[in-house]
């Protein structure tokens, strides 16, 4: 092969990389006002049960020793 063919491959796939890269792009879809109850139901909850939630909180924060970050505060000695 010479430099031409090969400066031609080069700028070949250059162009369909850009132009899959350049199709990926898409609209943001933002949140409708009539979408928003969705979002304030029970299963949309990262911690569906706020006890239990504490609760592994707070064994985490006495296992690792170390608090902070959640609002935990005290040791690592599980007395809190």
Request: hydrophobic fraction near 40%.
């Amino acid at each position: 092969m010479n430099n031409m063919t090969v400066f031609r491959m080069v700028r070949m796939m250059i162009s369909l990389l850009s132009m899959a890269a350049i199709s990926a792009c898409g609209t943001i879809h933002a949140v409708q006002p009539w979408e928003k109850g969705n979002l304030a139901k029970q299963e949309m909850k990262f911690d569906a049960d706020p006890l239990d939630a504490r609760f592994l909180e707070h064994t985490y924060s006495s296992k690792e020793a170390a608090s902070g970050g959640a609002g935990v505060g005290g040791g690592g000695c599980g007395c809190n």
